[in-house]
């Protein structure tokens, strides 16, 4: 068997930068053989400019709707931004089988974007089955987010049933669906509490996500029933006389509802305070939390960005998403390091890096795969530079 030895200015480990001797050496297959010292490494090295990464994980995804790109303008907000997205998703009045040809062109373009930005893992939140023929191809592992939502309770049931049908659909092409597949709620304003039993207890369902405080309104609907979540209800024509509101945050509000042996991931958290960081420290909450940021997304609908120095200052463990191609112009990681780099410039280029690499394996639970450059995984090949001006995948 072959190898390749890569000797880059730098090396990221996905961990930290290693000695600038070190030699990265891979199977032709891309499977890391071993970390050695350049005069170890013998003659036939590869010589490569700037940094040497891991392929980078994109922990928030929307495969399904690339086909939005530029159908919504920026800077409309959440509310109208949700409106938009479930009014034109299906493109209405056009033919349904040239919807669906349509959709499946735009997921493939967008793969192939994604492979050329250096994403090698994506968690990918689903709510129908279109997706499943680019994913068997097999050229990016996919964790699977199948969403439920549903904020009257009369139709929990259906709407689970609705979830669970997709599931099994997506279960069907795995050897162990639990490792690769869960039901998750779409955010805290769209889950009935009906709801929200049958999501946290499906059997498996050990990776979450969530939709978290994307908007000041949905910490206002929690605490007082109050705010723009309102006129969300109305243009859905939605009954909320049920719903009491508990006094807390959002976050506050359901956190708690996660089980041991879950981990979540909490997905934009623009209106999260150090309040909300405080609780989820508290033993209350029993789940582990990784905490997404998507900066692109945020900007593209509402312009505002959440206060990543106080993460960073709470020891979070941040990962990194793009959100869709109906809220971003890209599915870059590196474009959202890029955005997070330009607002937070004290972030060094080596966290950034972690967060794109070890720390979104983690999240997805892929880190026994991808992530790092241990030997006897298979985390893709990434070069860059410290100004993050570039990405080219190598392997």
């Known amino acids: 068997m072959g190898f390749k030895k890569f000797k880059a200015d730098q090396l990221f480990d996905g961990n930290k930068f290693l000695d600038k001797e070190t030699v990265l050496v891979t199977d032709e297959e891309g499977v890391i053989h071993d970390l050695v010292p350049k005069v170890e490494a013998g003659d036939d ?32 907000g959440l509310v109208q931004f949700v409106v938009d997205v479930v009014q034109q998703r299906h493109l209405p009045g056009s033919d349904p089988a040239d ?5 499946l062109s735009a ?4 793969e192939d974007e994604m492979l050329k930005n250096g994403i090698v893992g994506v968690g990918d939140i689903c709510n129908n089955a279109l997706s499943i023929h680019q994913k068997t191809k097999g050229r990016i592992y996919y964790h699977n987010f199948i969403e439920a939502s549903g904020f009257d309770p ?21 050897s162990i669906p639990i490792d690769s597949n869960s039901i998750v709620p779409h955010a805290p304003y769209s889950v009935s509490e009906e709801l929200w039993k049958f999501i946290l207890h499906f059997p498996g369902n050990r990776i979450m996500t969530i939709h978290n405080q994307e908007t000041a309104g949905e910490n206002e609907w929690f605490m007082n029933k109050s705010g723009e979540m309102r006129s969300l209800y109305e243009k859905m024509n939605l009954d909320t006389s049920f719903f009491k509101p508990s ?7 359901y956190v ?23 609780f989820c420290q508290s033993p209350v909450v029993h789940c582990q939390l990784f905490w997404c940021l998507c900066p692109n997304a945020n900007v593209y609908i509402t312009g505002q960005l959440p206060d990543v120095n106080m993460l960073v200052k709470n020891n979070c463990a941040i990962v990194l998403g793009t959100d869709s191609l109906a809220s971003n112009h890209s599915l ?14 004290t972030i060094s280029t080596g966290i950034l890096l972690h967060w794109a690499t070890l720390n979104g394996a983690r999240a997805l639970q892929m880190d026994s795969l991808l992530g790092s450059f241990e030997k006897g995984k298979k985390p893709g090949v990434v070069n860059t ?7 080219k995948r190598l392997i």
Do not use: W
């Open 45 to 76: 090295m590869i010589e490569i400019k700037g940094i040497i990464s891991p392929g980078f994980i994109n922990c928030h995804c929307h495969l399904e709707l690339s086909h939005m790109k530029g159908m919504i303008p920026v800077s409309t």
């Open 99 to 103: 919807l669906e040809g349509l959709i």
């Open 107 to 110: 997921m493939e373009k967008a």
């Open 247 to 253: 006094g807390k945050s959002s976050l506050q509000t």
């Open 332 to 345: 870059s990681i590196l474009d959202e390091m890029r955005t997070l780099r330009s607002h937070f410039p």
């Open 385 to 391: 530079d410290h100004e993050l001006s570039f990405v």
């Open 154 to 174: 009369s139709i929990a049931l259906t709407r689970f049933q609705r979830s669970l049908e997709y599931y099994k659909a997506y279960a069907q092409f795995y």
């Open 256 to 278: 708690t509802k996660f089980l041991p042996n879950q981990s979540l991931i909490l997905v934009h958290n623009v209106y999260t305070s150090s309040e909300d960081l405080l």
